[in-house]
C-alpha cells in the first residue's frame, strides 16, 4: 500500500464553477477525514467518515460543500459555484478505527489538492 | 474553542544548532499530541506522536518532544539540525473526550537550516 492518494493534484477553475475532489485512503482504513489548509496556516479540520457515515462537519463545510463516500472506501469533496475565498489546499486522511478502549489512531496525510479560483 | 499555539512563525538556525519549537494547547483534559512535517513539496509526514506513557517522547530522525501537562506545552527539539531539517513543522492536538476525532493544528513553523 502506498498511503493516501488524491487527485487530480491541482485544480484552477473560474468563479462560480464547480469541482470535485477525490480521496483513496489507505486500504482497511475506516476513517477518512478532510481538512483545508491556507496559506500560512494549519490545516483546518472539516469532516470526517468512519465507513460510509458522515459522523462530524465543521462550521467551516458550508451548504456548497458536500462530501460523501459512498462503500466506505474512497471519499470525494465537491465545491459547487466556487468562490475566490475556496482557493486552498485541500487535504484528505485516513487512520485506523478507534479501539473499544478509546484513544486515537494516527491519521496519515495524502499530498492535497491545491485549488485556484480565479 | 481548543487552540493550539506555535510560538514562532519562521526559525532560521546554521547546521549542527540545536533546536526547540514550542507548542502550547488550551484544552485541559486527555489529550494526543502529534509533530507533523512538510518538506518542500511532499505531504505531511509524521515525525512524532505522544498518546499516553513516558512524556518525553523520541520520534524520527532525531527529534524528540516533551509532553508538559501543567504547562499544556508539547515542544519539539533536535540538538543538532541538519540542512535537510529544512521543512514546515505542525504541531497537533486531538482531544479524546466528547467524541472529538478531529486534529486542531497550530499554524506552523517554518524552520530554515543553512550549511
Known amino acids: 500500500d502506498t498511503g493516501v492518494s488524491q487527485d487530480p493534484r491541482h485544480k484552477i477553475t473560474k468563479r462560480g464553477q464547480n469541482v470535485t475532489f477525490r480521496c483513496d485512503p489507505i486500504?482497511?482504513?475506516?476513517?477518512l477525514y478532510w481538512y483545508r489548509q491556507t496559506l500560512g496556516q494549519g490545516p483546518e479540520f472539516l469532516t470526517y467518515?468512519?465507513?460510509?457515515?458522515?459522523?462530524?462537519k465543521s462550521r467551516l463545510l458550508s451548504d456548497r460543500f458536500s462530501a460523501e463516500r459512498p462503500k466506505g472506501s474512497f471519499s470525494t469533496l465537491e465545491i459547487q459555484r466556487t468562490e475566490q475565498g475556496d482557493s486552498a489546499m485541500y487535504l484528505c486522511?485516513?487512520?485506523?478505527?478507534?479501539?473499544?478502549?478509546?484513544?486515537?489512531?494516527?491519521?496519515?496525510f495524502g499530498p492535497g489538492t491545491r485549488l485556484l479560483v480565479l | 474553542a481548543q487552540s493550539v499555539s506555535q510560538h514562532n512563525h519562521h526559525v532560521i538556525l546554521s547546521e549542527a544548532a540545536s533546536l526547540e519549537l514550542g507548542c502550547n494547547y488550551s484544552?485541559?483534559?486527555?489529550?494526543?499530541l502529534f509533530w507533523y512535517v512538510q518538506y518542500p513539496g511532499q505531504h505531511l509526514q509524521l515525525l512524532l506522536k505522544?498518546?499516553?506513557?513516558?512524556?518525553l517522547v523520541k520520534g524520527i530522525k532525531g527529534f524528540e518532544a516533551e509532553f508538559i501537562k501543567s504547562k499544556f506545552s508539547f515542544n519539539l527539539r533536535k540538538p543538532s539540525v541538519q540542512w535537510s531539517d529544512t521543512a514546515e513543522y505542525f504541531c497537533?492536538?486531538?482531544?479524546?473526550?466528547?467524541?472529538?476525532?478531529?486534529?486542531?493544528f497550530g499554524a506552523g513553523t517554518r524552520l530554515a537550516v543553512h550549511p
Open positions: 505522544y498518546f499516553s506513557g513516558d512524556p
Open positions: 486522511a485516513s487512520s485506523e478505527l478507534v479501539g473499544a478502549g478509546g484513544g486515537h489512531k494516527t491519521q496519515y
Open positions: 486500504s482497511e482504513h475506516n476513517r
Open positions: 497537533a492536538v486531538n482531544q479524546l473526550s466528547g467524541g472529538y476525532n478531529k486534529l486542531i
Open positions: 467518515f468512519q465507513n460510509e457515515a458522515q459522523l462530524e
Open positions: 484544552y485541559g483534559g486527555t489529550v494526543n
